[in-house]
């Protein structure tokens, strides 16, 4: 069974600050995405990474792929209320299936 | 694109009646849809795989003849949910396959058994 190790599982900051999000996992994965997901809403899909040391930039979102596709991060630079949310990683194996971290909830304060 | 829609938002039954939900991937063809359930505050657990035209396989722990998968043509699936308790209320999300890697997510179903 793969299993995705999210941390920290809650976080609390102020607009403005930096933070990382990590997924951890020993096991090896295919493609690794990230979700964000608000209260009574689908996650939605932010990033797809695929190939080992990828990084990729959404705004101020920098999302990599470890050099052994085994892990993850997510760093947003000078966070906004906005980014308030669940935020979600998910790792790609057989069958087009996707295991789950067990997710960040993140509350940007203004 | 990737637009994928859930159909109810939300629906509130009697104890002993059965639900069903549609998952319709809007611009897009998917031979792959995933149920989801989703408690409070906790990540997505995945209860089934849908794959169009054959039978729905589901995750261990998950009973088959209580969550009834039907996956008639590649752009819909349905799950229904037969003699609701109130366990089974929860947010139920579909998601639709477009590609190996990824998955679009619909909006999700709150269901309120009560």
Known sequence: TQLLEQSPQFLSIQEGENLTVYCNSSSVFSSLQWYRQEPGEGPVLLVTVVTGGEVKKLKRLTFQFGDARKDSSLHITAAQPGDTGLYLCAGAGSARQLTFGSGTQLTVLP | ?114
């Open chain 2, 1 to 114: 694109g990737a637009v994928v829609s859930q159909h109810p938002s939300w629906v509130i039954c009697k104890s002993g009646t059965s639900v069903k939900i549609e998952c319709r991937s809007l611009d897009f063809q998917a031979t792959t849809m995933f149920w989801y359930r989703q408690f409070p505050k906790q990540s997505l657990m995945l209860m089934a795989t849908s794959n169009e035209g054959s039978k729905a396989t589901y995750e261990q722990g998950v009973e088959k003849d209580k969550f009834l998968i039907n996956h008639a043509s590649l752009t819909l699936s349905t799950l229904t949910v037969t003699s609701a308790h109130p366990e089974d209320s929860s947010f139920y999300i579909c998601s639709a396959s477009r590609t190996a890697y990824e998955q679009y997510f619909g909006p999700g179903t709150r269901l309120t058994v009560t």
